[in-house]
């Protein structure tokens, strides 16, 4: 699966953002999904993951409440809804898709099988 991840953006503290991420192949239902994102200097994070359904959410701590994480299959889209953002949420965001049988949310970058080119986000104070 090819992964093409976008909107991305610079906006204030406390603004939205909704990113989105489209999927190619016809198998885009048997993936795991999930938002990463990498900030200078730092290692990539887990930020949300949505299972094949998309009937189970996982969400790190530090956006619980802020973030929501939206898929649609015939469309082969996974969606960040980004919320309240505050600066620290700066960072490039990647899509990741997880092929496998498990049913757990993985959070680990390296459980991720194909990734997407990153989009960045700004958030200004």
């Known amino acids: 699966v090819q992964l093409q991840a976008s909107g991305g953006g610079l906006v204030q503290a406390g603004g939205s953002l909704r990113l989105s991420c489209a999927a190619s192949?016809?198998?885009?239902?048997?993936?795991?999904m999930g938002w990463f994102r990498q900030a200078p200097g730092k290692e990539r994070e887990f930020v949300a993951g949505?299972?094949?359904?998309?009937?189970?959410?996982s969400y790190a701590d530090s956006v619980k409440g802020r973030f929501t994480i939206s898929r649609d299959n015939a469309k082969k889209m996974v969606y960040l809804q980004m919320d309240s953002l505050k600066p620290e949420d700066t960072a490039v965001y990647y899509c990741?898709?997880?092929?496998?049988?498990?049913?757990?949310?993985?959070?680990?970058?390296?459980?991720?099988?194909?990734w997407g080119q990153g989009t960045q986000v700004t958030v200004s104070s």
């Open positions: 990741g898709a997880d092929r496998s049988i498990m049913t757990v949310l993985r959070t680990a970058s390296d459980d991720y099988d194909y």
């Open positions: 949505i299972s094949r359904g998309g009937g189970s959410t």
């Open positions: 192949g016809r198998t885009f239902s048997n993936y795991v």
